[in-house]
């Protein structure tokens, strides 16, 4: 069967994307037009996937659009920004069916409805290498508003939403590193849902303008992310380990292996927020994560000192240097005896939290 | 040698692009905040360029980084736009060192200095495939202004910036294709030239406000934008064959070969604009030109008839069916016979212009 031509292809799955949304011409004109409500800043946000490094090349194809979007959709939330409109870059490899671009864009009609985000322009293409997608999400949030990475006080107590390290332990499941016994196979299903769709912290997010005086989305690995927030707003933390909101199935992940523990600070694709506010804010905390049904969980404090992160154990403190997946890194070996270190803290975290 | 880490790799190549746009915050917050100016819309346009398909991997990497930021600068032009900021994500080989990704950083640098158009965002990856990169313009119009494909009537003129078909005959030159004797270096070296670095006709786009009924960016072939222009203004139009402008190293080019004039008008590459105006703006089209030093050619007039384009061969007409690169459908050959027409095209052509 003769595969559609590139532009009967935009037409025909790309196009309806765009529907609602005039400035998108349709997806029929060189660039697309938007005109930013007055009193608002216009919020902008890049990140591309590619197979085999961000997303596995067997993935349904319309929960990779999925996890496209919402890695974007992240990083607004990160600065209490409200979805607004998308661009997306997507080069398919030759061999990507129609029915498999087809499963794609319903992947991204889906979170068209879902956010509110319609598809404004962008380009289709073919490449010889993985599948390559790359998302500019816009957003909304009133000017001089914006949450940023930079804004932490000593004093400041450190929150974080949902639970962390599910989305690093999924990917190990799916590459057949992790297991649960047949008794417990909804602890994996759990954590292979977290990794192919993570849930932007949008309402949580929007809930914390105003409040929050530092806020990053927890790509990277918890640890990574902290490191990043503690820099730019030249302070320190100290993160309480037993605090630390894990799921059930992360906690018996961690009672089989207890060095999962790093891929659960370090690992990445959460997609969370950590955030820090002062502490009169506490209750009105309870009450957003309440309205938006997000668990908000203090997990350290903010203390003065140039990005000096200490793990506490009840008392004990313990510092670590920098880690988290750093995709230039990855390309070389982590040094020998580091494993050795994190099972050291996970046994110690153990301890405390059985 | 231990290559940067990522962040380190953004902080100091590509960090140094953002400055002077506060809303950057210095490429090191989840996202970029833009406040654009009252009384302009924003022009948003995304492409991607792969390595083998839309550059040739051995090309120079800066000038692989400006061919980046032009086509899309392409884009804006075709609006009337002027540029003001870009965001890029940038998927990198693992094959590639730090002096080809710096080279690329310069060549991205100089295309900020040029156009005035700072890096506000974006992602730098790793991939196992091709270099693969995304970038995403923005430019500002004034509200209600933008140039759009689709207001040609019956009646305008049809015209053309610059030469078309130098840059798909330099794709050409570098691929050994097409080669020109000793004496004759400089026309091949022009159309090396053109291949690499595509001129944005931005000042002539801007120019053209107010007196332009559409306008097209020449990127995937003058026949094929001419066929997109014609389909959104819901018009046909006639091309004067003979009128076409060709670069002196062109007309070389058909006179060895003159199936090459396929290439020509439906290779692509050209970043040229192709636009409409009623014949009264003649006199202000000339000034145009001179004020811009931008050649602009009228090849043609716009007729009615729903896409219905014909080449006019002074009286003779021969309607001819869509042509051009489509990337979806360069996997498949070409039907049988097909050059042969453009051979008898061209041949009919040079009878003309000899």
């Known amino acids: 069967m003769r595969r559609h031509s590139e532009f009967e292809l935009i037409e025909s799955l790309f196009g309806p994307l765009a529907m609602g949304f005039p400035g998108a011409l349709g997806l029929k004109d060189d660039a697309a037009l938007l005109d930013p409500p007055a009193g608002y800043s216009v919020v902008?946000?890049?990140?591309?996937?590619?197979?085999?490094?961000?997303?596995?090349?067997?993935?349904?194809?319309?929960?990779?659009?999925?996890?496209?979007?919402?890695?974007?959709?992240?990083?607004?939330?990160?600065?209490?920004?409200?979805?607004?409109?998308?661009?997306a870059t997507m080069a398919f490899p030759d061999s990507a069916s129609e029915?498999?671009?087809?499963?794609?864009?319903?992947?991204?009609?889906?979170?068209?409805?879902?956010?509110?985000?319609?598809?404004?322009?962008g380009d289709t293409l073919v490449t010889p290498g993985p599948a390559t997608f790359s998302l500019t999400a816009f957003g909304l949030v009133s000017q001089g508003q914006a949450l940023r990475r930079s804004g932490a006080h000593p004093g400041d107590i450190l929150y974080v939403t949902?639970?962390?390290?599910?989305?690093?332990?999924?990917?190990?499941?799916?590459?057949?590193?992790?297991?649960?016994?047949?008794?417990?196979?909804?602890?994996?299903?759990?954590?292979?849902?977290?990794?192919?769709?993570?849930?932007?912290?949008?309402?949580?997010g929007a809930g914390l303008l105003g409040m929050a005086t530092a806020c990053i989305d927890v790509s990277d690995g918890l640890l990574q992310d902290l490191s990043h927030l503690c820099q730019e707003s030249g302070v320190g933390a100290?993160?309480?380990?037993?605090?630390?909101?894990?799921?059930?199935?992360?906690?018996?992940?961690?009672?089989?292996?207890?060095?999962?523990?790093?891929?659960?600070?370090?690992?990445g694709d959460d997609y969370e927020l950590l955030f820090t506010a002062p502490p009169s804010t506490q209750k009105a905390l309870e009450e957003l994560a309440q309205t938006?049904?997000?668990?908000?969980?203090?997990?350290?404090?903010?203390?003065?000192?140039?990005?000096?992160?200490?793990?506490?154990?009840?008392?004990?403190?313990?510092?670590?240097?920098?880690?988290?997946?750093?995709?230039?890194?990855?390309c070389y070996p982590r040094p020998a005896g580091q494993e050795r270190g994190w099972v050291l803290v996970a046994d110690h975290l153990l301890q405390l939290v059985t």
Request: include cysteine; proline fraction near 6%.
């Open 44 to 87: 902008v946000t890049a990140d591309a996937i590619v197979a085999g490094v961000h997303f596995r090349p067997d993935d349904p194809p319309d929960l990779i659009a999925c996890k496209l979007v919402r890695v974007n959709l992240s990083d607004l939330a990160a600065m209490g920004a409200k979805p607004w409109v998308m661009v």
């Open 99 to 121: 029915d498999w671009i087809s499963c794609f864009a319903t992947g991204l009609s889906h979170e068209r409805q879902q956010f509110g985000i319609p598809l404004i322009g």
């Open 162 to 204: 949902g639970t962390i390290g599910d989305g690093a332990l999924g990917l190990r499941v799916l590459a057949g590193q992790l297991s649960f016994s047949g008794d417990e196979s909804e602890l994996a299903a759990h954590l292979i849902n977290r990794y192919h769709l993570p849930q932007p912290r949008l309402t949580a």
């Open 238 to 267: 100290r993160l309480v380990m037993k605090r630390l909101p894990l799921s059930p199935s992360a906690v018996a992940a961690v009672r089989q292996t207890p060095s999962w523990l790093e891929a659960i600070v370090s690992g």
């Open 292 to 330: 938006t049904a997000t668990a908000i969980t203090a997990v350290g404090t903010i203390v003065a000192g140039g990005n000096d992160i200490v793990f506490d154990f009840e008392g004990t403190t313990v510092p670590f240097s920098r880690l988290g997946y750093q995709h230039f890194q990855a």
